[in-house]
């Protein structure tokens, strides 16, 4: 995997996921003092947000635009105030705006709207029960708006805050990495490259035999030693537990690269069945209330989507339809959740009959790593065809797939019915979820990436799916689109 490739891989394995075994008991005192000011800052924060939300409503030009009924005076609106900015509080650390791991902006942005508009549902239900409560719908919704611009401003500050002592080599993490193989390079490269994410690599060993655990003590008689990193899960298991119980015996960080089984377990339940406890694996953790919630998700922005695009949706149809002869969208089958097939709609972008012409193409097949077919100045393609592929605009129509019920915004890409019969097994996993417009996959390195890096990629996504994901992958998309790689 390239650089680029990696880099958010190696956010996630850092920063994002969980430590395995013996979690440092005394982080730096620069990690925890910004841990600790985080809270007030996040009440002030919210205090002027609320407070600019009532004056805008009751002291500006709003008051021309919506006559007030009901005003009530700001001193009895900031004590509720108070109150509910400690509510808020409570919402944003059970969203796990207050841990210590470390995160990237996009996903801090993330977790920050789904708290202030979780935050906001609760004074819309107290606001139904209570009317005089909250007088005003304008300070709710300005309220919203007001309380995700200013966090998110302070937090960026502090993130820059952050990433400046990290530059300078304080509160850097001085890390150990175990393995010989393409993970330890990745690792290694990226965490050189990129100091501001606040990990210094000081040694690296190909295994954990009794000389690198004799050079390992030394090396901490002399140097601050804070993670180990096991990059290879191939290490002989004697090695691995000899490797777990040093970091036990020394207070040390452990992270490791998850073996194929132990990934596959990645999302499990601990039950009894008659008295026998038995553990249950899931594929996903998009179950219950998960899989409404992303449904509602889905449907709310793609019809917001649809009406927003509708102009340009207009123009790109025009244009299909007057460039090349042929309808101006295509239904072509595809395979979706647990292996059904639908149809996917698409803007035309090849030669009407185009399917007849792929048999005598395959033998040019650039992708014959995986079953996916990919072909560079593909004939059929027709002149504006290679504009919508260029930006993906020939896939917009799919948000009435989503709408539908069929796709998803976000998860792995749709293949044809001929691809999927050629998956091997750990490849049926990507029909766990429905299929997305974009996914990880996409955001991480569009269509040069390997079948097998695309598999395992959309595969962590379905084994660690979150709404707040989903929206760090559709902020990753335009940038992902707009620069200048190829179309999937």
Known sequence: MGKKKVVWFIRDFLFASGSYFCYDSYMKKLELTFAAILVPLDYLALILAGSLAYFLRFESFMTDLRPVIFAMNYQA????????????IAVFGLNGLYSIKRQSVIALFSKIFVACSASTLIIVVAFFFNFNLFSSRLIIISGWLLSIIIVSLERLIIHYVKKAFYKKGLGVRQVIVVGHNRNASDIV??????????FRVIEVYDNFNDAVRENLGQLMDVKQVDDV??????????EKNNLVNFCIEHQLNYKYAASLLETKLINFDLGTIGGVPLIEVRQTKLEGWGRILKRLFDFMIAISALIILSPVLFVIGLSVVLTSAGPMVVKLERVGYVGKK???FKFRSMVKNAHRLKPDLMRANERADGPLFKMEGDPRITGFGKFLRRWSFDELPQLLNVILGQMSLVGPRPHEPEEVAQYRVQHKKLLAIKPGLTGMAQVSGRSDLLWEEEVQLDTYYIENWSLALDIQILFKTPKA??????AV
């Open 342 to 344: 639908f149809k996917v």
């Open 481 to 486: 689109v707009f620069s200048r790689r190829r």
């Open 77 to 88: 609106f900031f004590k509720i105030l108070l109150m509910v900015a400690l509510a808020w």
């Open 189 to 198: 490269k990226v965490l050189k490259e990129n100091p501001a994410y606040g």
């Open 229 to 238: 990193i096991l990059a290879n899960a191939n290490l002989a298991e004697e």
